[in-house]
């Protein structure tokens, strides 16, 4: 019997038409992979006895979590909500901003909020679920923001604000 998990809390359905096509062209390969897995698995099925082949339980694994993730994303892909406009405001921060921050120390740094299923830490693009982005939103340039981390609070003043895919 599987331990109980709670379920997780409902992500923001907001995503760039990059973060977009991004998906769509996921969901496209996984079709491709899983066709070349299920040979793999029909050849390693092929060869006898199941309960000791290696090669048949890593395929089946593997198509079970490309099917997973198959279903996801033909659930997630539909409630997505496609952001391709700057808000009115462009001197607030909503989603789709490269906002920069100073700390206290002075330390400069970047971060640009995009949908929970595009984030990438290691460009600077956060969730628009994350606590730094919430802080963050309908915030302005030379604003003070605290954010909860684990470590403590932090303190951070808005520096800038741009709408990098929306400039022309």
Do not use: C
């Not at 599987?2 to 907001?14: K, L």
């Not at 299920?38 to 082949?53: I, Q, V, Y």
């Amino acid at each position: 019997m599987a331990r109980y998990r709670p379920p997780s809390p409902v992500s923001s359905p907001y995503i760039s038409a990059a973060g977009y096509a991004m998906l769509e062209k996921e969901v496209q390969s996984l079709w491709l992979r899983r066709s070349s897995v299920t040979l793999a698995l029909a050849a390693a099925a092929a060869e006898g006895d199941r309960s000791e082949n290696a090669e048949y339980i890593y395929r089946k694994k593997e198509l079970r979590e490309i099917d997973r993730r198959i279903r996801y994303l033909q659930k997630r892909l539909p409630a997505l909500t496609v952001v391709s406009k700057a808000p009115a405001d462009a001197d607030s921060i909503f989603f789709g901003a490269e906002v920069a921050l100073e700390n206290h120390e002075g330390i400069e740094s970047t971060y640009r909020i995009v949908g929970s299923d595009e984030f990438e830490p290691a460009k600077g693009w956060i969730s628009i679920d994350s606590p730094l982005a919430r802080a963050l939103l309908k915030k302005q340039a030379g604003d003070e923001i605290r954010v909860d981390t684990p470590g403590g609070p932090v303190l951070y003043w808005i520096t800038g604000i741009r709408y990098p895919e929306h400039e022309s």
